[in-house]
């Protein structure tokens, strides 16, 4: 018997490119001496599919062009546009210069690279997160990377999945691999079973305050327990994608029926007897058990309640029935320090009741929540009642194709006469760099993944919340308890 | 990439946890598609602050900045790297930084130096106090001392990023030496398990 193993540990192996010609080769030229860092080299890890967006790739490209070298596989590169792209008028030119150039500039060295492109007007066009699920282009077991921290998503589908910086793309690009140090794993269990009205999004909240935004700095999480199986694929994908809101290179969760179903189907997906061998793959993957991870976590699912955040970290969160903290309240002056800033930068004082808190701006969307249940989900509550005076809310489907699909059910019509906006798919309000932004002084309430300051724009406050809870605050003027809003049909 | 060997500087103490790199360079600043000039955007909205410490002129030159834990946290963005190394600075002291950064610090030839909680307030109030004091960092000898030689201590760094720093080789021609086992690894493989995107 083989020791039992990780499902990260297990895709990982599966990876590593074992090297022994080239140790060979360089122990022969050393004169038969092991070099320096013979033996201690991280392992080199077979990339399966890269993805690639416009604002990181540029440099790469340029780099590969300086160096004369080749993309090496763009059969498992698929490049979209999505951080910087209008959300409205893409029939008109693109208002900034610097944004043209830089959408232009993917789309010539993909054209350059042989990279296939969905590009702004491809149906597919959309969050990078997004569009690889959605076309099954994301399967089980793979290896994943992007340059972009939310890479994570993929994991839901028990692929390892993890963002990259522009030097570690060009790398990829150029060799399909990357020398990588094994992380330690991390074992997050949600047990019990969440009330109505609580959702992925207040899971993954509540998993970042209890852990902390360093807490799985260094660490791949596998999130794990009957509250994490009983989600949705899209819910799974929305908790995989904050892991690295914990500090975490990676998340990911084993996959089962419910991914099994989710995929099938898809464009890329196999079908006939490949889908039955890859089934019989797939379902080989999970962790063993008597596994041994480096830290192992567990949370009571049935304690987790609609969360909001209230800081400028997405751990600086509480229960929306709960008010502000106060600083005095933490236990190291680093802490009190950090919390009297975020509060000053948040305009809120200490115990302010949360469901007093009011907004301004409503964004549902991004790769956290962009997906088309996601929209369900905050249609469902907004559906025959209107954004409250004052308020500015929109909706930004996370691809064409799920806008599509929303148009098809009708879901345009309740977000736009409930007095939201429909605009195009793309990051949008998410990350402050795109037209949409907040305003200095503008607070939100927002489906998306960071309210560090100034990420939705300069002196823009960000709440982070799930599309629930985001629709209601949009009705309300104010942050509500969606479960006092809402009858609940389970 | 030049090689790395010894920063000497003098150093200054941003003494704020979880530092993040919309902080670091803002979102808006991205949207260009060079790899230099982002140093004057580089902590764009705390800089527009008079008192912010990075205005001090006394640590004008300054070549190493020291924060706290989870430095670098958030997006994956390079530019936070470029946008640091425009500001002068090749050496960054923390109780711990984000992975992805630390990464790209290390593609950059920055050094991310990881001390205690207790070193990291011995130097964070010296740095406070001399200003004009100066650290040297010795990459062989893994030693971040002050100038003066009064404090030493020793860091971990991986010994590959080590020796490659070092050595100032380049990380993809390493790796294109390996080109013979990867072509290997891709031929043995099932080609099965794993989707194409030219359809």
Not at chain 1, 165 to 172: C, D, I, P
Not at chain 1, 327 to 356: F, K, V
Not at chain 2, 88 to 106: E, M, P, Q, V, Y
Request: aromatic residues 6%.
């Amino acid at each position: 018997m083989s020791e039992p193993r990780t499902l990260a540990g297990k895709v990982w192996d599966q990876h590593a490119v074992p090297s022994p010609l080239q140790e060979e080769a360089r122990i022969a030229a050393l004169g038969g001496e092991r070099g320096a860092a013979q033996g201690e080299r991280p392992d080199l890890l077979y990339i399966d599919l890269h993805l690639v967006h416009e604002v990181t790739s540029a440099q790469a490209f340029e780099g590969l062009r300086m160096a004369g070298r080749s993309v090496r596989r763009p059969d498992l590169t698929l490049a979209t546009v999505d951080h910087n792209v209008p959300t409205i008028g893409r029939d008109q030119p693109n208002p900034d210069p610097v944004s043209a150039t830089q959408i232009a500039t993917l789309q010539q060295n993909a054209k350059e690279f042989g990279v296939p492109l969905f590009d702004i007007f491809d149906i597919r066009q959309g969050i990078v997160h997004i569009i690889g699920p959605e076309q099954g282009y994301t399967q089980p077991g793979m290896t994943i990377v992007c340059g972009d921290s939310h890479t994570s998503t993929h994991g839901a589908f028990g692929s390892l999945a993890f963002g990259i910086g522009t030097s570690e793309v060009e790398h990829v690009l150029a060799t399909q691999t990357l020398r990588q140090v094994r992380p330690k794993m991390m074992s997050v269990e949600v047990t019990g079973e969440l009330g109505p009205g609580v959702t992925a999004k207040d899971v993954i909240l509540a998993i970042i305050h209890e852990i902390g935004v360093h807490g799985g700095i260094g660490h791949i999480i596998e999130y794990r327990g009957p509250v994490i199986q009983a989600l949705s694929m899209e819910g799974r994908m929305t908790v995989c994608n904050m892991s690295i809101e914990a500090g975490a290179r990676a998340g990911l969760i084993a996959p089962d029926e419910t991914t099994f179903a989710y995929m099938e189907d898809r464009p890329q997906v196999p079908a006939g007897e490949r889908w039955e061998r890859a089934l019989d793959r797939w379902s080989r993957l999970a962790t063993d058990d008597g596994a041994a991870f480096d830290t192992e976590v567990t949370v009571d699912g049935s304690q987790i309640v609609p969360y909001v955040t209230w800081g400028t970290n997405p751990s600086q969160s509480v229960r929306v029935t709960d008010r502000v903290p106060d600083p005095q309240g933490m236990p190291t002056e680093t802490e009190r320090e950090a919390t009297r800033r975020a509060l000053e930068y948040m305009d809120l004082a200490a115990g302010t009741p949360i469901r007093e808190i009011r907004i301004d701006r409503v964004f549902l969307g991004s790769c956290t929540n962009g997906r088309i249940e996601d929209l369900r989900s905050a249609a469902r509550v907004v559906s025959g009642k209107h954004v409250a005076e004052g308020v500015r809310a929109m909706v930004v489907p996370g691809s064409g194709l799920v806008k599509q699909q929303a148009e098809r059910e009708g879901l345009d019509a309740v977000f736009t006469r409930a007095g939201f906006e429909w605009r195009d798919a793309g990051c949008s309000m998410c990350l402050g760099m795109n037209p949409d932004i907040l305003l200095p002084g503008e607070r939100s309430a927002s489906t998306s993944n960071r309210n560090f300051e100034g990420r939705q724009g300069p002196g823009g406050r960000t709440h982070l919340v799930s599309p629930e809870m985001a629709a209601a605050a949009a009705v309300a003027g104010h942050f509500v308890d969606v479960r006092e809003v809402m009858s609940w049909s389970r | 990439m030049e090689p790395v060997r010894t920063v000497r500087g003098k150093a200054i103490p941003l003494d704020r946890p979880n530092v993040d790199t919309d902080q670091i360079i803002p979102a808006k600043h991205l949207k260009r598609i060079e790899r230099s000039g982002y140093g004057p955007f580089a902590f764009e909205a705390w800089r527009a602050q008079p008192d912010f410490v990075l205005n001090n002129p006394v640590y004008d030159g300054a070549r190493i900045l020291i924060s706290r834990q989870n430095f670098g946290s958030g997006s994956s963005r390079e530019h936070a790297v470029w946008a640091i190394q425009g500001l002068g600075i090749d050496a960054l002291i923390a109780t711990s930084f984000a992975d992805i950064f630390k990464g790209n610090c290390f593609q950059g030839g920055v050094l991310t130096i990881e001390l205690a909680d207790e070193d990291i307030d011995y130097l964070m109030a010296r740095a406070e106090e001399l200003p004009e004091s100066e650290l040297v960092i010795d990459l062989e000898s893994q030693s971040v001392s002050t100038a003066d030689g009064s404090w030493s201590r020793r860091f971990e760094i991986d010994p590959f990023r080590k020796y490659r720093l070092l050595r100032g080789l380049d990380d993809i021609g390493m790796t294109l030496a390996y080109e013979r086992d990867v072509t290997a690894f891709e031929e043995e493989r099932d080609d099965e398990a794993y989707p194409r995107t030219h359809t």
